[in-house]
């Protein structure tokens, strides 16, 4: 009978131990998650929001990180913590690309005629503004486009099989009015 007993809390043991892994594992997704999140909001200045976020990720992050140093000998929870981080990171990445309204302005001097460039950005939706300007080595024709960030990689690629000497650079803009914005469904 006493091995019965045994056999019986050792079975609980694992499952208590499986179950404390998950759930480890699942609130560290959502608490780092919440941390991409808190950051995305800073940056928009959102201070409620992210003041609210901070507040939710810390409290989830002090009762499961004291779990795991109460059961530090237990390799599983050690493990999961890791892994919840990681897949946490990648979680709030997506989230925040899908949250993002994100603007950025990209510029694009040529130091060549820049109408094959201009001609395939404006086929593929973009809007953009052309003059001139002076460089290091004389002429230079300038092309100002803003889009949404999700469009950045589409139109690098748009200018580097165009123009693969073009000299291209972007930066996030806070705020806009009026105008056509690339992958944004409204103007802005």
Not at 141 to 153: E, F, T, W
Not at 157 to 163: G, K, S, Y
Request: hydrophobic share 45%; net charge negative.
């Amino acid at each position: 009978a006493s091995q019965a007993s045994s056999w019986l809390e050792s079975e609980e043991n694992i499952a208590d131990m499986f179950i404390w892994t998950l759930d480890i594992f699942v609130a560290r997704v959502f608490d780092v998650s919440l941390g991409t999140i808190r950051v995305h909001y800073i940056v928009r200045q959102k201070k409620p929001l992210a003041a609210l976020t901070g507040f939710v990720e810390v409290l989830i992050f002090i009762l499961i990180v004291s779990r795991v140093i109460q059961d530090i000998q237990h390799w599983p929870y050690v493990l999961a913590y890791a892994g919840g981080f990681a897949t946490g990171t990648l979680l709030g990445m997506h989230l925040t690309e899908v949250l993002s309204r994100q603007m950025v302005q990209v510029t694009v001097i040529s130091n060549g005629p820049s109408v094959a460039v201009e001609a395939a950005l404006r086929e593929a939706g973009f809007a953009l503004t052309h003059y001139g300007g002076t460089g290091r080595d004389g002429s230079v024709n300038v092309l100002d486009v803003v889009c949404a960030s999700r469009g950045l990689a589409d139109l690098i690629e748009i200018v580097t099989r165009t123009d693969p000497k073009a000299f291209l650079y972007s930066q996030e803009l806070s705020a806009s009015r009026g105008g056509h914005v690339y992958g944004l469904k409204s103007k802005v």
